[in-house]
């Protein structure tokens, strides 16, 4: 699927809830990532982000979604590869959580598919679960990420914006 324009992804995601096995495909760097479709809100252009004092490492700042404010996390940090100088070329994939929405700062997407096994190789992180393991893509094994562990990955981001927004 072209993510050019973002047509074919657009399209996918307007039917989300339709199948729950549906993933989102990105690229970090060398490596892939995938989110549940049903979590992806949508895929935007990678803009300015600015950056809160005291984040937490993963989290690169924050960014204004049509007023609403979103921390943004680093996948490239959390995958251990090297995240190049934010541009426009990369995208933010807008992820929703029972309520609570991140941005992830991808360097492209790959396009919309079902999944192909089952998941496998369970994998955590210190800060919370934000992998559920891998699954099959073609012949690569991607990293499945799990919306409520990178939702939880910006929990200091996202108290403190609130904080904010109530002062």
Do not use: W
Not at 19 to 45: E, F, N, Q, W, Y
Not at 133 to 144: E, P, Q, Y
């Amino acid at each position: 699927m072209n993510d050019s324009d973002g047509t074919h992804v657009d399209s996918a995601l307007s039917s989300r809830q339709a199948a729950s096995d549906l993933l989102l495909i990105a690229a970090v760097g060398r490596k892939t990532c995938a989110v549940p479709v049903r979590a992806v809100v949508r895929c935007i252009r990678a803009a300015a982000v600015e950056p809160v004092p005291d984040a937490p490492d993963d989290v690169l700042g924050v960014l204004d979604v049509h007023g609403e404010v979103l921390p943004v996390l680093d996948v490239h940090r959390i995958l251990g590869v090297p995240r190049p100088a934010l541009s426009p070329d990369q995208r933010f994939i807008i992820v929703d959580h029972q309520g609570r929405t991140v941005a992830l700062v991808v360097d492209g997407i790959r396009g919309v598919v079902r999944a192909e096994d089952g998941v496998s190789a369970l994998y955590a992180k210190a800060n919370g679960r934000v992998f559920l393991g891998t699954v099959r893509h073609g012949d690569a094994l991607v990293m499945l990420c799990s919306p409520r562990g990178l939702v939880g990955a910006c929990d200091a981001v996202l108290v403190s914006a609130e904080r904010r927004s109530v002062a």
